[in-house]
């Protein structure tokens, strides 16, 4: 049973800074971990997908500001968010999916099976 937990997420103020973290258990490698978000009205879009001993992906949307990594000892995904913009404003989610060693992650939401209860980030101007 696959199981994932977010949390970290919080109001903070344009420029501000937060930090997200997802435990995940129930699944061996080879899998893709990733987080998404949705704010209201708008569909849910892929933010960042990593997996071990690769690269991480992330969504020209928050290039240079949002840094994924994974914590393989503590089963642990975080997302270290700078420089928060009112366009942050979402409900971010963790979600993996099984994925062959020798493929790239997915970043579509349709593509993964397993998603975290999800947790509020708003960032006000």
């Known amino acids: 049973q696959v199981q994932l937990v977010e949390s970290g997420g919080g109001s903070v103020q344009a420029g501000g800074s937060l930090r997200l973290s997802c435990a995940f258990s129930g699944w061996t490698y080879p899998y893709c971990l990733a987080w998404f978000r949705q704010a209201p009205g708008k569909e849910r879009e892929g933010v960042a997908t990593i997996r071990p001993r690769d690269s991480t992906w992330y969504n020209d949307s928050v290039k240079g500001r949002f840094t994924a990594s994974l914590d393989l000892g503590k089963n642990t995904l975080s997302l270290q968010m700078n420089n928060l913009k009112p366009d942050d404003t979402a409900m971010y989610y963790c979600?993996?999916?099984?994925?062959?060693?020798?493929?790239?992650?997915?970043?579509?939401?349709?593509?993964?099976?397993?998603w975290g209860q999800g947790t509020q980030v708003t960032v006000s101007s």
């Open positions: 979600a993996t999916t099984r994925a062959a060693a020798d493929s790239a992650c997915p970043n579509a939401q349709s593509d993964f099976a397993a």
